[in-house]
Each structure stands twice: as structure tokens, then as C-alpha cells.
């Protein structure tokens, strides 16, 4: 990886290894069981064991975005967040939380009521024309995702020429849109199996380290997604030792965050790999 900073409310905080950003899904219907958290208690007895397990970061979701998904209107997602995020906050007060949503208006209660950090947007402004401008004015990190279309009908624009070459040309427009209005702590996703295949998706992992081209650290969420079932024919809830694997190639590859439902087996993939990293 390459060292990076975030303004984090103000304060510059350094990161020089890579970065574990634990999930947490407020949702009864997210696409890893093991994952959902229906409650308060589920809720405050996640964050409390990815604190303790080694997360730098939490991402908490409201919107479950895996195909076929119930819609979620924008009064149940900001309730489910604000829960989650208050709840987060009062537990992990010094660990910079982030909000999984695409809504601008969901955006700007995270940052300026509930306590959220970060805005993590899985499609990348393109669902919202509002989210670029309320970024900038909240002056809040901003993760960029790829996704084509909605979360419903996403695999209908799974068509590239080339998905590695598609996919840097089209984060870099968004990037060059977020520069016009002063954004500059952007982090990149690429958006592992949204509007991607299976084929696709390996592609982008074969090729991650051209991401540096846009230079912003890159984000891999590829944690017990189809990518890895598929292929080996098994379910989410089996897929944790495919998941390490992956996301050792991920690091390998330059990958800045990893954003994972099992903190402590990835921060254990850091740690060997940075081990392994610093003799070469």
C-alpha cells in the first residue's frame, strides 16, 4: 500500500498499513446472514467485537444492495442508521465510522446529527445528483464506488470493452466531478460484483494496481460476495478462508482498505502480509 491521510472532522489522521473497515448491517436482509444485526443489542455487540478484534474502521449499512433486495424507502434507512451510527459512536467514540448510502440527504444526517465520519456511496454520485455538492459541503471523506444502474437491475450494464480499462476511465470523470467542487479525500472502490460478472471481477483483482494510476487509496470489499461462492460452489457462511485468500491477492495487489465482515482473520491477513512485505 501506499501511506495515505483523511480529514477525519478536522484532524489529519495518517494511515501507513493497511486499513480493516468491519461491516455492519443494520438490515434483516443483507446477503451474509452472519452479518445482520436486527437489533440494538446485535448492533452494540458487533461494533464491541470488531473494536476488540482490531478494526480501524466500521462501515454501517441501512440499504441491503444485493440483487432481488426489498426496496428501502429513506424514513427506514435513516432510522436503521441513526441507530447504528449513535450506537457505534457511543461504543468506539475514537474510531472513525463510515455510512454506507447513496442517498444525499441520509448523507449529510449522518455527518452533521448522528455522528458518522465518512460517506461510503456504492454508486458513486450516479443515484443522487445531489451527493457530489452535499460531499463538498460537509468537507467529509467520500468513498467512490463503480456501479451501473441500481442495485435491482445492476447486472443488465455488466457490458465492458475492457472492465479494468472501462471502470479507471469511468471513476476517473467522477473524480474530475468531484475535483470541480474542491472534493479531495476521496477513496476508490471498484466495485467488486456490482454490474460486474465472476469474470469480471477477477479481472479487476488481476489488474487492481493500475487503480494507482487515480492516485487515491483503493477499497476492495469482496468479503463473502458471489465471487468467491460461485466458483467454488458454496454459501456465504462458508466462504471466510476464500474471502482471506482474496483478500491476501487484494493487498498484493495494493489494496489500501479492506472491508470485511470477519475483522479479526483479516487484520491477521495484514498483519502476516506486512510482515512478509517489509523483508521484500
Known amino acids: 500500500m501506499t501511506p495515505f491521510t483523511l480529514n477525519i472532522r478536522g484532524k489529519l489522521v495518517s494511515y501507513d498499513r493497511?486499513?480493516?473497515?468491519?461491516?455492519v448491517n443494520v438490515t434483516p436482509d443483507s446477503f451474509f446472514e452472519g452479518s445482520r444485526c436486527p437489533d440494538d443489542a446485535a448492533i452494540a455487540a458487533s461494533v464491541a467485537?470488531?473494536?476488540?478484534?482490531?478494526?480501524?474502521?466500521?462501515?454501517i449499512g441501512g440499504y441491503s444492495s444485493r440483487p432481488g433486495a426489498a426496496d428501502v424507502t429513506p424514513e427506514q434507512e435513516a432510522e436503521r442508521l441513526s441507530r447504528g451510527v449513535k450506537i457505534a459512536r457511543a461504543i468506539a467514540?475514537?474510531?472513525p465510522i463510515?455510512?454506507?448510502?447513496?442517498?444525499?440527504?441520509?448523507?449529510?444526517q449522518a455527518i452533521t446529527e448522528w455522528g458518522a465520519d465518512i460517506i461510503n456511496d456504492i454508486s458513486g454520485g450516479n443515484l443522487d445528483p445531489d451527493m457530489y455538492d452535499t460531499v463538498?459541503?460537509?468537507n467529509a471523506p467520500y468513498i467512490l464506488m463503480h456501479m451501473r444502474g441500481k442495485p435491482a437491475d445492476m447486472?443488465?450494464?455488466?457490458?465492458?470493452?475492457d472492465v479494468t480499462a472501462d471502470v479507471l476511465s469511468e471513476l476517473g470523470d467522477r473524480l474530475q466531478q468531484l475535483a470541480l467542487r474542491g472534493v479531495s479525500d476521496i477513496i476508490i472502490d471498484p466495485?467488486?460484483?456490482f454490474s460486474k460478472t465472476t469474470d469480471h471481477n477477477y479481472r479487476l483483482m488481476a489488474q487492481l494496481a493500475t487503480f494507482?494510476?487515480?492516485?487515491?487509496p483503493i477499497l476492495v470489499g469482496i468479503s463473502r460476495k458471489s465471487m468467491l461462492t460461485k466458483p467454488l460452489g458454496i454459501t456465504p457462511d462458508a466462504a471466510l478462508n476464500a474471502t482471506t485468500a482474496a483478500n491476501v491477492i487484494a493487498l498484493d495487489r495494493g489494496a489500501d482498505i479492506l472491508r470485511v465482515h470477519d475483522v479479526k482473520e483479516a487484520r491477521q491477513a495484514v498483519e502476516i502480509y506486512s510482515l512478509t512485505a517489509a523483508q521484500s
Open 155 to 161: 447486472q443488465e450494464y455488466a457490458k465492458y470493452d
Open 212 to 216: 494507482r494510476l487515480l492516485h487515491r
Open 98 to 108: 463510515s455510512v454506507d448510502t447513496f442517498r444525499a440527504s441520509i448523507a449529510r
Open 93 to 95: 467514540p475514537d474510531t
Open 49 to 59: 467485537k470488531m473494536i476488540a478484534d482490531g478494526a480501524d474502521m466500521i462501515d
Open 136 to 138: 463538498a459541503d460537509l
Open 191 to 193: 466495485g467488486f460484483g
Open 18 to 23: 493497511p486499513v480493516v473497515m468491519g461491516i
